[in-house]
Nanobody, 127 residues
């Protein structure tokens, strides 16, 4: 059973930056792809970014492409989401998640691809 803990959320003005962290325990972190999702009030949880188990491939939602960067540190068992040029529409609770399958060749971008979730961290961007 894997445990995921997100941190780094907060309140920031539009145009600002935040760096989210997701630290994993209880399973071999480096064997699994990691993903970030977000959920705004009244909306479905949506895909933001993912990185494969080896850290060689990333995928982004169109809405964050060019502004957000996902990365991982397998020594620290931590995934990161660097968020730049933040917009009010980025306001949401951000969740990290691990892939259901180890060493998966296809990098997922769907909630169904990910099986373990953190508790979420709130990001609020003021205009």
């Amino acid at each position: 059973q894997v445990n995921l803990v997100e941190s780094g959320g907060g309140l920031v003005q539009a145009g600002g930056s935040l760096r989210l962290s997701c630290t994993a325990s209880g399973r071999t972190f480096s064997n699994y792809a990691m993903g970030w999702f977000r959920q705004a009030p009244g909306k479905e949880r949506e895909f933001v970014a993912s990185i494969n188990w080896s850290g060689t491939t990333t995928k982004y939602a169109d809405s964050v492409k060019g502004r957000f960067t996902i990365s991982r540190d397998d020594i620290e068992n931590t995934a990161f989401l660097q968020m730049n040029s933040l917009k009010p529409e980025d306001t949401a609770v951000y969740y990290c998640a691990t892939d259901r399958v180890a060493w998966r060749s296809r990098l997922g971008d769907s909630r169904d691809d990910f099986g373990s979730w953190g508790q979420g961290t709130q990001v609020t961007v003021s205009s």
